[in-house]
């Protein structure tokens, strides 16, 4: 995710800090301050700190439940409203997204239970004065009731599309789950405008909304691509790069083309890696006259033939986090290129021709 720290790795997992998280701690730093002086600010970033431990191990709880079905999660990044874990891909069966959406709260209940064993009770809103078991307790069965929430793509959500996922087609399921969770988007931020002590609801509003509409579409472009091989939807007509071309060659090539990824030839003819518009912009700001194209293309890049599934080759793009990837015909040669964007027309193609097959 753009504009993140990356602050600490552990168990392979990489942990963020947005930037926008830091300036929440500083904005609570001073509204503490104004009210109670330093003491009261200090008292108030430790709360905030405090609550997101607790949203980093919840986050490290859905995580874990994903390695257990063999889903990686290569971050999780802490935000204003709370903390994103991003797996490699979305689990296959509805009862794997089950275990894994549950896992989260599972954590939060934990941590709240044990914090009343340990005297914790219910105090709410708390203050300065709040002790750290009170605190524990009540924080955490608010995250947990929070999450609860049918708000989809929250955990609540979650659960709700993997349980309707056991009954219907998963597009379906994830269509019915968005339009709730954007419903509730609504809600949130009606009650963020009515109360002024709730406007982050607001933040939590947008996010929900736009995630549940980026989810749904996800969805529909897997129902899609199930259906047509590579060669379906790639494309054809490309350039390609030399490894030892130069970089005024790779910006000649940018510009008298639409192409932003491009993929790299070695002298044998085999795809060596891909070269894409970032790194190479990035290059040119090195003003290093003796880089070629293969000193700062990307290497490792996965490739597919035109007879893989659309699913699996979205499947692998996701999981590389890939711009584009080479496809390859049965004898190894390059033919063509799959980007997001071929996903994307596919399904607007799908969407006009419901009852054909594009060829």
């Given amino acids: 995710m753009g504009w993140s720290i990356p602050i600490l790795r552990v168990a392979g997992i990489q942990l963020r800090i947005h930037i926008t998280f830091l300036l929440l701690i500083a904005w609570i730093a001073f509204a503490y301050y104004t009210h109670g002086g330093s003491s009261a600010a200090v008292g108030g970033v430790l709360f905030i700190l405090l609550l997101f431990a607790c949203v980093v191990l919840h986050e ?9 079905f063999g889903i990686n999660t290569p971050d999780i990044t802490l935000l204003p409203i709370g903390g994103v874990a ?7 069966e509805p009862v794997q997204e089950l275990v894994i959406a549950v896992a989260g709260p599972a954590v939060t209940a934990l941590i709240a239970l044990g914090a009343f064993i340990g005297g914790g009770s219910w105090d709410y809103p708390p203050t300065t004065k709040t002790s750290i078991p009170d605190l524990l307790f009540t924080m955490n069965v608010v995250l947990l009731l929070f999450n609860l929430l049918p708000a989809f793509p929250m955990d609540g959500g979650r659960v709700l599309r993997a349980l309707l996922a056991t ?17 509730f988007a609504f809600v949130f931020g009606f009650l963020g405008l ?17 995630g549940a509409s980026q989810e749904a579409a996800l969805a529909q472009m897997k129902d899609v691509s199930r259906r047509f091989p590579v060669s379906t939807a790639m494309v054809r007509e490309f350039r390609t790069l030399a490894a030892d071309a130069t970089l005024e060659e790779a910006v000649d090539a940018l510009l008298a083309t639409s192409q932003h990824d491009f993929p790299v030839m070695d002298a044998t003819g085999n795809v060596a890696g891909l070269l894409t518009r970032h790194d190479l912009i990035a290059a040119l700001r090195k003003n290093d006259p003796s880089l070629r ?18 699913e699996d080759a979205f499947r692998i793009m996701q999981e590389c986090d ?13 033919v063509g290129l799959l980007t997001p964007e071929n996903v994307t027309e596919l399904m607007m193609v799908q969407s006009a021709m419901p009852q054909r097959r594009v060829l």
């Fill in 60 to 68: 490290f709880g859905h995580a874990l439940a994903g390695k257990g």
């Fill in 86 to 92: 991003r797996l490699e891909r979305i689990p296959d």
């Fill in 167 to 183: 009954r219907m087609s998963y597009a379906r399921a994830t269509q019915v789950a968005a339009t709730v969770g954007q419903g």
């Fill in 194 to 210: 009515l109360n002024p002590n709730w406007f982050m609801l607001i933040f939590v509003a947008l996010f929900v909304y736009i």
């Fill in 293 to 310: 194209v293969g000193d700062v293309m990307r290497r490792d890049i996965p490739t597919v033939t035109t007879g893989t599934r659309f």
């Fill in 322 to 334: 890939c711009p584009a990837v080479p496809v390859l015909d049965r004898m190894k040669r390059l």
